[in-house]
């Protein structure tokens, strides 16, 4: 096992979130990721790309939650990404967890998605897979470089049902464009890919979580405008800070009683419910129906998501079910 630092202030808050079970936590942060990938059913069939892998010598485990995705083992010396098939576009490096938030959406053929912080692109190909490239998926950014990533990628996989937007995302609720779904991945304080990059660490800090709450907040009460009565939005963070999570879907919930939080049960996935309290803080308490997902549970990075399903009487408060 490698040797992590670890702010003191770190280890004090998951002392508090996860009490004698938050050493297990802190273990599975100094452990390497396991690498994953996703096969794109758009450029490839999915057995004959196994085939291949095999061929290398590479050890494939399925991934039960998401179709036709691996975890990777004895890869050898030549990194996953530098192989033909990944530069081909018949794979996506991409990481267990960050395959859940498309899988809760679960956009269809022909509807209409907004991803409104989609570089650099692993969910939006993700769901233009889901979608049989048909329909059309608005992937949004405001940063021109991650644009630039986003492009690449979904050129390299052959998805031609999605227009790249660029717009502050806190913004394009000022289009008055609605849509059947969306994805909100929001910016984060990312602590649940300390297993990939312990540089998370170097700016972490609880005034940076507090700004990164506000900023998601914006984001989140804009996006809600662009659904359709009866749409599903879903809200996605890589940390398990309770002021970016929980916080942040009951802000929406006290703003905007038309929404309610629909529980997700994800084939093959161990999640926790969302904490109704952190600290002097009381959430709503529909924010028990969100999923935490720990590192420790299902060897993967930490992500947290929430599915919220938004009323066809906007006035009408909708109840837990």
């Not at 702010?7 to 938050?22: A, M, Q, T, V």
């Not at 690498?35 to 095999?54: E, Y």
């Not at 960050?98 to 993700?126: C, F, H, R, Y």
């Not at 009460?221 to 879907?249: F, H, M, Q, R």
């Amino acid at each position: 096992m490698r040797e992590l630092k670890i702010p003191k202030p770190f280890l004090d808050r998951y002392n508090e979130i996860l009490g004698d079970k938050s050493s297990e936590f802190i273990d599975y942060c100094k452990k390497p990721l396991r690498k994953s990938i996703r096969i794109n059913t758009i450029k490839a069939d999915p057995k004959i790309i196994i085939k291949q892998i095999k061929k290398k010598g590479w050890t494939l485990k399925k991934i039960p939650w998401c179709n036709n995705s691996y975890w990777v083992d004895n890869w050898g010396e030549t990194p996953i990404g530098n192989t033909i098939e990944h530069f081909m576009g018949h794979f996506y490096v991409q990481e267990a967890s960050s395959m859940i938030p498309p899988v809760v959406l679960d956009p269809q053929p022909n509807e209409t998605i907004l991803d409104v912080a989609a570089a650099p692109g692993s969910k939006t190909t993700q769901m233009a897979e889901m979608m049989k490239n048909t329909g059309v998926i608005v992937a949004n950014d405001p940063n021109l470089g991650r644009i630039r990533a986003l492009r690449f990628n979904l050129d390299k996989g052959g998805v031609v049902n999605t227009i790249v937007n660029r717009k502050d995302g806190a913004a394009i609720n000022r289009t008055n464009i609605t849509f059947d779904r969306i994805l909100l991945d929001a910016p984060c304080s990312a602590e649940g890919t300390i297993r990939k990059d312990w540089k998370v660490l170097n700016h972490w800090g609880e005034k940076h979580i507090a700004s990164l709450s506000r900023i998601q907040k914006r984001l989140i009460l804009s996006a809600t405008d662009n659904l359709k009565d009866g749409g599903t939005l879903v809200y996605s963070t890589c940390t398990l800070a309770p002021e970016e999570n929980e916080e942040v879907i009951s802000f929406l919930l006290d703003k905007k009683p038309e929404f309610e939080v629909v529980k997700s049960n994800i084939k093959g996935l161990k999640t926790r419910p969302g904490m109704t309290t952190w600290r002097k803080k009381q959430y709503n308490e529909q924010v028990k129906n969100c999923a935490r997902i720990y590192p420790q549970d299902n060897d993967s990075e930490g992500f947290f998501v929430a599915k919220l399903r938004k009323s066809f009487e906007p006035n009408k408060k909708t109840k837990v079910r």
